[in-house]
T-cell receptor
Framework: SQQGEEDPQALSIQEGENATMNCSYK?????LQWYRQNSGRGLVHLIL?????REKHSGRLRVTLDTSKKSSSLLITASRAADTASYFC????????????FGPGTRLSVLP | NAGVTQTPKFQVLKTGQSMTLQCAQD?????MSWYRQDPGMGLRLIHY???????DQGEVPNGYNVSRSTTEDFPLRLLSAAPSQTSVYFC????????????FGNGTRLTVT
């Protein structure tokens, strides 16, 4: 069963615009992570937010977490063509180490 | 700086054949896992290991076997391939805590005809 659901499934924007992706999950978590996947490659870790944090920043990335709504959002500011990729949220809903549960992802296209 | 290495990158099997997908990591991680990625389904956990000699089932273990004889290697065996096992397979490793990142290989694209 899927714990996380990303929204939207696909997003197309122009370079320089901001991109926002949302993730919802069903059970309580300790941590939520965001990953990026370029076409034909493995996933790469972007950022982690703990359940007691509401917002976190890393470069052009901003992640928020609302545990009352069981949702998180990933904002990429001033997007670049190189940001074109799929983005996944992952939760530790299994509560066992690194058995993360991944959502189906958001496919982001940044047009030059 | 190899990280997680998966071989082969591509494989075509006939129904009923068996094969082993290789995974090796050089980060001395205790935790390793296998996921399969299908369109629209995200990644689903097949098997995982929290250390040498210890393996356990994930969400979709049927038709797959694993073993962990060393910290570095975590091969995934398909016992009798079926078309439903056509997928992209990813191996990942990590330090074992949910506050640590997973490190992924670049995947094996498997087609079963």
């Amino acid at each position: 069963s899927q714990q996380g659901e990303e929204d939207p499934q696909a997003l197309s924007i122009q370079e320089g615009e901001n991109a926002t992706m949302n993730c919802s999950y069903k059970t309580s978590i300790n941590n939520l992570q965001w990953y990026r996947q370029n076409s034909g490659r493995g996933l790469v870790h972007l950022i982690l937010i703990r359940s007691n944090e509401r917002e976190k920043h890393s470069g052009r990335l901003r992640v928020t977490l609302d545990t009352s709504k069981k949702s998180s959002s990933l904002l990429i500011t001033a997007s670049r063509a190189a940001d074109t990729a799929s983005y996944f949220c992952a939760t530790d809903a299994d509560n066992y180490g690194q058995n993360f549960v991944f959502g189906p992802g958001t496919r982001l296209s940044v047009l030059p | 700086n190899a990280g997680v290495t998966q071989t082969p990158k591509f494989q075509v099997l006939k129904t009923g054949q068996s094969m082993t997908l290789q995974c090796a990591q050089d980060m001395n991680h205790e935790y390793m896992s296998w996921y399969r990625q299908d369109p629209g389904m995200g990644l689903r956990l097949i098997h995982y290991s929290v250390g040498a000699g210890i393996t356990d089932q994930g969400e979709v273990p049927n038709g797959y076997n694993v073993s962990r004889s060393t910290t570095e290697d975590f091969p995934l065996r398909l016992l009798s391939a079926a078309p439903s096992q056509t997928s992209v397979y990813f191996c990942a490793s990590g330090a074992g805590s949910s506050s640590s990142p997973l490190h992924f290989g670049n995947g094996t694209r498997l087609t079963v005809t």
